[in-house]
């Protein structure tokens, strides 16, 4: 089992920066690919950004590219998503999950543990 929670939301300005964490706890966070998901009211969740157990290896959604990056600590059992040049469009839930697979995914259905969320809401 894995044990996830998302700090750092809130609310900010059209533009400005919040940088989202993920501590992990339980099994050993260094094997799992982690993913950022996030659901807007009345909208199916979606993919925004992956990173690979080793960080070597990232994915971003095209709509948060050049503006969004994830990295992770494995040290700390945490993963990152520092989020630039927000918009009106990027409020939303912001979920964290843990993968056991091998390849990285952007599917949710491939995450097997989930946060419960954080509130990001950018006002235009």
């Known amino acids: 089992q894995v044990q996830l929670v998302e700090s750092g939301g809130g609310l900010v300005q059209a533009g400005g920066s919040l940088r989202l964490s993920c501590a992990a706890s339980?099994?050993?966070?260094?094997?799992?690919?982690m993913g950022w998901f996030r659901q807007a009211p009345a909208k199916e969740r979606e993919f925004v950004a992956n990173?690979?157990?080793?960080?070597?290896?990232?994915n971003y959604a095209d709509s948060v590219k050049g503006r969004f990056t994830i990295s992770r600590d494995n040290a700390k059992n945490t993963v990152y998503l520092q989020m630039n040049s927000l918009k009106s469009e990027d409020t939303a839930v912001y979920y964290c999950?843990?993968?056991?697979?091998?390849?990285?995914?952007?599917?949710?259905?491939?995450?097997?543990?989930w946060g419960q969320g954080t509130q990001v809401t950018v006002s235009s």
């Open positions: 339980g099994r050993t966070f260094g094997g799992y690919n």
């Open positions: 990173i690979h157990w080793s960080g070597a290896y990232t």
């Open positions: 999950a843990a993968a056991e697979t091998s390849l990285l995914s952007t599917l949710s259905q491939r995450y097997k543990y």
